[in-house]
């Protein structure tokens, strides 16, 4: 079982950038991890997953201005963030899957004047 923790969100103005981590318990070599976002009153949707370095998803909403990696040696994964708008505001959820999903408890993003 994995356990993950999500940080480094927080308000932000439009245009600027944050960086997520997600720390897992374990390691997370054998692991799709994954970034999705759930914003008030709406479906909890992709973000971005990265299989190897070298493979990675985006959604389209947000190609070309965030980037998804990971950290095999610190269990941690990451999601930079740049170019920030108001639609990106939601609680962006780390995702860990081997067959069955883990969840992090979830980090708040607002994009905001």
């Known amino acids: 079982q994995v356990q993950l923790v999500e940080s480094g969100g927080g308000l932000v103005q439009p245009g600027g950038s944050l960086r997520l981590s997600c720390a897992a318990s374990?390691?997370?070599?054998?692991?799709?991890m994954g970034w999705y976002r759930q914003a008030p009153g709406k479906e909890r949707e992709l973000v971005a997953r990265?299989?190897?370095?070298?493979?990675?998803k985006y959604a389209d909403s947000v190609k070309g201005r965030f980037t998804i990696s990971g950290d095999n040696a610190k269990a941690t994964a990451y999601l930079q963030m740049n170019s920030l708008k108001p639609e990106d505001t939601a609680v962006y959820y780390c995702?860990?899957?081997?067959?069955?999903?883990?969840w992090g408890q979830g980090t708040q993003v607002t994009v905001s004047s």
């Open positions: 374990g390691s997370i070599f054998s692991y799709v």
């Open positions: 990265i299989f190897t370095a070298a493979t990675t």
């Open positions: 995702n860990a899957n081997r067959g069955f999903d883990y």
